[in-house]
């Protein structure tokens, strides 16, 4: 039977159109049975924020924002709170970003509110709870009573062995919480454990019993490559990039390194704005963690990348950046044809009418002068004025050349065009390997 021109264009709009392929957007049939360090994890930095570095709001509801945008790496910045022994036998931890002006919120509330999402949630795989911990052994006493007690048989509790055996899979890990923060080195992980231990602030034994994953600083490849699985680096974002630079062989044995231990890379940044993930998901890093309360272009990038496998917040590492063979290189020709009901910017209900534009990122990694960087090159259209209901932009399209398929990403943006200074209206971001040919629409 013929489709008459109402149900076509409903069509041509809708999510079976969607030029983010449906199929990369289902939860993924296969069972993911590989260890952790094969997959990319969706990761939040200070998650407990909800602005700024330094005097923003703190909010218990952040974590339940990122949880339900499938986030399975939260963070707490742990320190002492105030002193209630002669009021309560139990001490409150608080979670803030410390010698700044930020508000406090408690541990406990965190690790209630994470626990009643798992309870509404059992399916859901692993959580990683990667505290920075600040407290002082009787704190660190209270939070490990309060993770045991209100988590119970959803709190993964390591062995000395499991800490040196390969990583557990996500499979198995279903509906549990694992907890990330440092431990002392044991006497077989470093021959001059007497030494480093004296530097080492003190850990309370309660906290330590239930760490799985021990933060640790890079210090060189050949170290790295030797330790313990659940031992990880947490990197700063330039030092991604100094390590991609560094020489031709670097992003080969950052990758080694990352086939069977994990990375935490997150950026320092006061206004929260977020650093771009492309360079580090191709050097195999897994925990590229972001400010999820900044809906920059970097955090579209990473929704993008997690809307793939029914945003379950693992996405397994692609074959090259597990050293396999990379990609060929490959061109795609982008062309912007219309747009049907665009919102003015900001959420604004009154206003002039907007000229709106579309601009198109490719967002890639390539090798120059025989080293690994990040790249990116855009596209825009003419604006179309006065018209957000239906603009039809007269767009001859542009030809972009992908370097890196498995990690290369486009962004889609409207914005509107003004003399004060341009307003973005809405955005997306699809995977280069979901995105689909022929006459698609793009859900903003």
Request: proline share 6%; aromatic share 8%; hydrophobic share 30%.
């Amino acid at each position: 039977s013929k489709l008459d021109k109402a149900r076509f264009v409903e069509y041509l709009h809708g999510s079976l159109n969607d030029a983010f392929d449906p199929r990369h957007q289902e939860l993924p049939t296969r069972k993911l049975t590989k260890p952790l360090s094969h997959y990319w994890i969706n990761s939040s930095h200070n998650t407990y924020l909800t602005g700024d570095q330094l005097k923003s709001k703190s909010s218990v509801e952040a974590y339940l924002y990122a949880l339900r945008r499938g986030c399975k790496c939260l963070e707490l910045d742990c320190w002492d709170g105030p002193d209630t022994s002669r009021i309560s036998d139990e001490l409150r931890v608080d979670v803030y970003h410390g010698h700044t002006f930020t508000s406090k919120i408690s541990f406990l509330s965190i690790v209630l509110l994470v626990n009643n999402y798992l309870i509404s949630n059992p399916d859901s795989y692993p959580i990683i709870l990667s505290l920075e911990n600040h407290c002082s052994t009787p704190y660190q006493n209270q939070m490990a009573e309060i993770l045991k007690k209100t988590l119970g048989n959803k709190l993964f509790i390591p062995t000395p062995a499991s800490r040196k055996e390969e990583m557990p899979s996500p499979e198995k890990l279903k509906g549990l919480v694992l907890i990330k923060g440092k431990r002392p080195p044991e006497a077989d992980d470093d021959e001059e454990v007497e030494r480093e231990n004296q530097d080492l602030p003190k850990y309370a034994k309660s906290l330590l019993d239930v760490t799985y994953f021990h933060g640790t600083k890079f210090k060189k490849f050949d170290d790295s490559c030797t330790m313990i699985a659940s031992n990880m680096h947490s990197i700063g974002e330039s030092k991604i990039t100094k390590l991609a630079e560094k020489s031709a062989n670097s992003p080969f044995l950052w990758r080694k390194y990352n086939v069977d231990h994990t990375d935490f890379p997150a950026g320092i940044r006061v206004d929260s704005s977020n650093y771009n993930p492309v360079l580090a998901w191709s050097m195999g890093c897994q925990m590229v963690a972001l400010n999820f309360q900044t809906s920059d272009t970097n955090m579209v990038l990473n929704d993008g990348r997690f809307r793939q496998d029914g945003g379950c917040g693992y996405i397994p590492k692609p074959s090259s950046i597990m050293n396999g063979k990379k990609p060929e290189q490959m061109a795609i020709k982008i062309r912007v044809l219309c747009a049907s009901c665009l919102p003015k910017p900001n959420g604004a209900r009154k206003g002039e009418k907007i000229d709106p534009y579309v601009q198109v990122e490719l967002h890639d990694v390539r090798v120059r002068k025989r080293k690994e960087e990040y790249h990116t090159i855009s596209h825009s259209t003419n604006s179309v004025r006065d018209n957000g209901y239906s603009p039809v932009w007269k767009d001859e399209g542009h030809q972009f050349l992908v370097h890196h398929a498995d990690v290369a990403m486009v962004v889609f943006k409207v914005i509107d065009q003004d003399v004060i200074g341009d307003d973005q209206v809405a955005c997306a971001a699809i995977p280069v390997t979901s995105l689909r040919q022929g006459f698609r629409s793009i859900q903003l």
